[in-house]
């Protein structure tokens, strides 16, 4: 909706609060005692082996997945207004190109911007008309990241962004990441690949999350 | 509203690419309808009553039949979480798939109405009735299936399912649906009965797509 806030307090402001978040999958735990809080201005990178409940943790926090214990708090009751979440499937019907397939998406997030320049941004230029079925999965996901080009969100919530990007991708995705996070947005992504230097990590494995690199435990 | 409109292009586009979508359920109408007088006997008498039955039952099964993949490919692609944690109430993109839905799968089935019938040696004078009927009862059999359909969504094949869930439902629709046309072939009065499947349709239209947003949100896992 509105470019996250600037000032120094806002970018030290609380944004995300879990408390002994635990979750159970088909009988298999897994992660308990997740406690952590996120800021406003901070990167998290979720890791964890396959399998090990990544996309699950990333689905609590949106609110798509009802099944757990815990406390999974957001800074404001309209959090939702202000959330970009890009989930493990692009979101692109193949039937549609990619202008209206990121139309369609601009508008469920009621997200302003011009959608062509941000397709120019994932260098997808000229291919505004092919029908999504004829690109590859990458050029696909690239659909999906365009988002991340329109209007600023306050939080971004991004699954396995970096799957199917070559290295030009990688490179431009982490720069608009680390914007995100200086203009005050909070970013939460999985992935195996380290956006740059001072971000946060949570490793889940065994049934364990672990907090490193600065983050309060 | 832009919303709204936003999601009714998008929706109708989708459709208008997959034509398969639109032609099955209008194909399968035909084909039900045109066998049953080669199956039954060609006598008009005979044909005449049981062809209001026929017509309706006919168009409920390919109203059914063209539900199973309303929202399995926008789940499959992702689309569906993306509405899901959009700021905007599922509701809205929800009500213009439905009403997109309708106009591509229900609406042919309306406008070809008249020929089956005749083809059924109905009467001229009740063809009006029978279009009528359809064109509330259609929209109100898409609404109620896309409340089983959203609830199916995650699982394989739930189609059967969708079956179980959503004919009990349908039986009221069909009922005042096949019983207008009858009322009409016996001359009877059918605009009560016509006021009966528009309360229906008021009915759904107002609380269905709040029931099928709902649903989306059960079958995401919530």
């Known amino acids: ?217 | 509203m832009s919303v709204f409109r936003a999601a009714l292009v998008r929706e109708l586009l989708v459709l208008w690419r997959s034509p398969a979508e639109i032609i099955n359920p209008l194909f399968f109408f035909v084909m039900v309808i045109s066998l049953f007088p080669l199956a039954i006997s060609p006598k008009p008498e005979l044909l005449a009553l049981v062809a209001p039955g026929v017509l309706w039952v006919a168009a409920l099964l390919a109203v059914m039949l063209s539900l199973d993949g309303l929202f399995r490919r926008d789940q499959e692609s992702g689309v569906l979480e993306l509405l899901l944690t959009a700021p905007v109430m599922a509701v809205v993109p929800v009500s213009a798939k439905l009403l997109a839905h309708w106009l591509l799968t229900g609406l042919p089935l309306v406008l070809i109405s008249p020929v089956l019938a005749h083809m059924l040696q109905l009467p001229d004078g009740v063809l009006g009735t029978v279009m009528l009927s359809l064109l509330l009862g259609t929209p109100a059999l898409t609404i109620i299936g896309a409340i089983g359909a959203a609830l199916t969504v995650g699982l394989n094949r739930g189609g059967i399912l969708l079956a179980v869930l959503v004919l009990p439902l349908y039986i009221p629709v069909l009922i005042f649906g096949a019983g207008a046309v009858s009322a009409a072939v016996d001359g009877g009065a059918v605009n009560g009965i016509l006021a009966i499947l528009g309360a229906l349709l008021a009915l759904t239209v107002s609380l269905g797509p709040l029931a099928v947003a709902a649903g989306l949100k059960i079958s995401s896992g919530n």
């Not at chain 1, 995705?173 to 909070?186: F, R, S, T, Y």
Request: overall charge negative.
């Open chain 1, 1 to 217: 909706m509105s470019q996250p806030s600037t000032h120094s307090d806002a970018e030290t402001a609380p944004r995300l609060v879990l408390e002994q978040l635990s979750c159970e999958r088909d009988d298999r735990l897994l992660f308990s005692g997740l406690s952590l809080t996120a800021s406003a201005g901070e990167i998290w990178q979720i890791t964890g082996a396959n399998g090990a409940g990544k996309t699950t943790l990333l689905r609590i926090l949106v609110g798509l997945h009802g099944f757990y214990e815990g406390v999974c708090q957001w800074w404001q009751p309209q959090w939702q207004q202000e959330l970009l979440y890009l989930g493990h499937q692009p979101g692109v019907r193949e039937e549609l190109n990619p202008l209206e397939n990121l139309r369609y998406a601009c508008a469920l997030s009621e997200q302003g911007g011009d959608p062509m320049a941000a397709l120019a941004a994932v260098g997808l230029q000229g291919f505004e008309d092919v029908p999504a079925a004829h690109l590859s999965a990458g050029q696909k996901r690239r659909i999906a990241l365009a988002r991340l080009w329109l209007e600023h969100k306050a939080v971004w919530v991004l699954d396995e962004p970096y799957t199917a990007i070559d290295q030009d991708g990688v490179a431009a995705l982490d720069q608009q990441i680390q914007q995100a996070a200086q203009a005050g947005a909070l970013v939460i992504y999985t992935s195996h690949h380290q956006v740059g230097d001072g971000v946060r990590q949570l490793h889940l494995a065994h049934g364990q999350a672990e907090v490193t690199e600065g983050g309060q435990p």
